[in-house]
């Protein structure tokens, strides 16, 4: 028992040295900012803003067509989560097939997904929602959603 105690205690003690460290080299990057002229600042803020905007930028070109908003069952996550609790039986839900249209001039995609859940009355019925998705954060607003 005390040679299993002694390497828990070895393991916990290494993790939290671990921990340490790694707070303090947070800290290292935090006084650098902290260090920094107003101008510099200025100037690091505008260089992670300019490449936010390059990030989005590529991710616009690389994602004209959608797909990059798609799981690798079809399904966008975003219009799923928005969906699934107006749902009379969310656990009830089943992906069947996602459509999404290539890239708007206003940076959205036309997306079309069908589904089936439980009705009112037990049965399953298919389902349709239309869903505008952004093409650099691939968010989701659900349009419109018709049971069949």
Known sequence: MGKVFKAI?????????IAILGAFWAMRDLSEYEAMT?????AAEQAA?????QLAERRRV??????????SSGENEAT???????????????HVSTMIGPVNSDGTHNLVMRYRA???????????TRAIVSNV??????VETKAS
């Open 118 to 128: 439980k009705n009112g009355f037990g049965g399953v019925s298919f389902g349709t």
């Open 62 to 71: 690389e994602n004209k067509n959608g797909q990059m908003c798609l799981d």
């Open 9 to 17: 205690f070895a393991l916990v003690g290494g993790l939290g040295v």
């Open 49 to 53: 803003e300019a490449a936010q905007v």
């Open 137 to 142: 954060d691939c968010s989701s607003t659900i």
């Open 80 to 94: 799923v989560e928005a969906l699934v609790p107006t749902l009379r039986e969310p656990d009830s839900f089943e």
């Open 38 to 42: 107003p101008e510099q600042k200025l």
